[in-house]
């Protein structure tokens, strides 16, 4: 049996259940065969995986494991975190956050959330995984996140103070605003 909270998606009615999927969305692999959900992210973000395992409420000790990969020529530590269960697995399937999804993701249902008010958290779990926070060269503070064109607009017509959408040159299908 699973030891973690596997209906923790059943309702998305608190910040952190709306951050922890919008995270997933960025930074989450639904694998396509395993019913399995991965994150795996930077050694030095280990305390941020070891937060979501406590979210789910992931009873194993020491579920957040630590590697190291070479990639390039270069040594990269990484942590990485997965949990495997079917109905786990499917709702997030349900509420967007599908397999191979970086080229075809797009923004989940508004009426996924109880209360439009966290659609905010949502997009901040986003952010915080395939978003960056700089100062401009005039000393503001910029925010900007990548994906889909689908996915951004959605995120550019309920936020419009984020701005255009802009398209990599070097890859048509990665986007940002």
């Known amino acids: 049996s699973p030891r973690f909270n596997i209906s923790v998606f059943d309702i998305i009615d608190s910040e952190y259940k709306a951050y922890w999927l ?3 969305y960025a930074d989450g692999y639904v694998s396509s065969n395993h019913k399995q959900v991965e994150v795996s992210l930077k050694g030095e973000d280990f305390e941020h995986l070891v937060k979501f395992s406590k979210f789910l409420q992931d009873e194993r000790d020491s579920p957040v494991k630590i590697s190291t990969i070479v990639s390039g020529g270069k040594e990269f530590t990484r942590c990485r975190y997965i949990v495997g269960n079917e ?54 503070l910029q925010i900007s996140m990548i994906g889909t064109t689908d996915f951004l607009e959605s995120i550019r017509i309920m936020f419009p103070e984020f701005g255009n959408i802009y398209t990599d040159k070097r890859n048509s299908n990665v986007h940002e605003i």
């Open 22 to 24: 919008g995270f997933l």
């Open 87 to 140: 109905h786990f697995y499917n709702r997030l399937i349900d509420l967007g956050c599908v397999p191979k999804k970086s080229l075809i993701l797009t923004f989940p249902d508004k009426g996924i959330f109880t209360d439009q008010k966290l659609i905010k958290d949502f997009v901040r779990g986003y952010v915080d995984g395939d978003g960056s926070l700089s100062n401009t060269a005039s000393g503001r």
